[in-house]
């Protein structure tokens, strides 16, 4: 069964240094990949997906992710973090049977100023 | 358009209580979900549906019902509702899987629930 990894609950930057949210993926095929955002009481948005399309995937935000399937990777980088990076990071792998989608348990990112 | 909307924002039942949330979208999407949200759990799947008509399971189906009368919506129900099932729970809705399994789900704003 597909599933999904994401290494760290809870991460900590200050503005503008880099951010990496890590995430790895359980599948006996090359999946597609997702990751949303969940801003403070508010539902989750699509930030970026891999579609086998190209491995190295911008998104909005200036956001990115790099597919690796050696290391069954995908993840998530930001060059400088801004405080309204400040949110919950999911990363998301479909089902098997194609019919749904699993969801990692999240990244909580949080920024100093 | 709308997108994704949820009926109510808030609610708190006590135990025992009975409480339908609504979930529509506008955008002609054939595959709609639903999802609690716990502390520390991510997001999981409670029931989903592929089209109008259908139901299925999904991670944690117990103590909840839905129906899928309309495409446009997907009712999510609480018979007898329990301190267990406080949550937020949100509807998605996708226009499909896909075989490549690349379709963008779009979420609703979340209910809170809260069972007493």
């Known amino acids: 069964a597909q599933s999904v990894t994401q290494l760290d609950s809870h991460v900590s930057v200050s503005e503008g240094t880099p951010v990496l949210l890590r995430c790895n993926y359980s599948?006996?095929?090359?999946?597609?990949l997702f990751w949303y955002v969940q801003h403070p009481n508010k539902g989750l948005q699509l930030l970026l997906k891999?579609?086998?399309?190209?491995?190295l995937v911008k998104g909005i935000n200036g956001f990115e992710a790099e597919f690796k399937k050696s290391e069954t990777s995908f993840h998530l980088t930001k060059p400088s973090a801004h405080m309204s990076d400040a949110a919950e990071y999911f990363c998301?792998?479909?089902?098997?049977?194609?019919?749904?989608?699993?969801f990692g348990p999240g990244t909580r990112l949080s920024v100093l100023p | 358009n709308a997108g994704v909307t949820q009926t109510p924002k808030f609610r708190v039942l006590k135990t025992g209580q009975s409480m339908t949330l609504l979930c529509a979208q506008d955008?002609?999407?054939?595959?709609m979900y639903w999802y609690r949200q716990d502390p520390g759990m991510g997001l999981r799947l409670i029931h989903y549906?592929?089209?109008?008509?259908?139901?299925a399971k999904g991670e944690v189906p117990d103590g909840y019902n839905v129906s899928r009368l309309k495409k446009q919506n997907f009712l999510l129900g609480l018979e007898s509702a329990a301190p267990s099932q406080t949550s937020v729970y949100f509807c998605?809705?996708?226009?499909?899987?896909?075989?490549?399994?690349?379709?963008?789900?779009?979420f609703g704003p979340g209910t809170r629930l809260t069972v007493l």
């Open positions: 998605a809705s996708s226009y499909s899987a896909g075989l490549d399994h690349t379709d963008t789900q779009y």
């Open positions: 599948s006996s095929y090359s999946p597609s």
């Open positions: 891999y579609t086998s399309a190209a491995t």
């Open positions: 998301v792998v479909p089902h098997n049977y194609g019919q749904n989608f699993v």
């Open positions: 955008m002609n999407h054939e595959y």
């Open positions: 549906s592929v089209g109008e008509g259908t139901t």
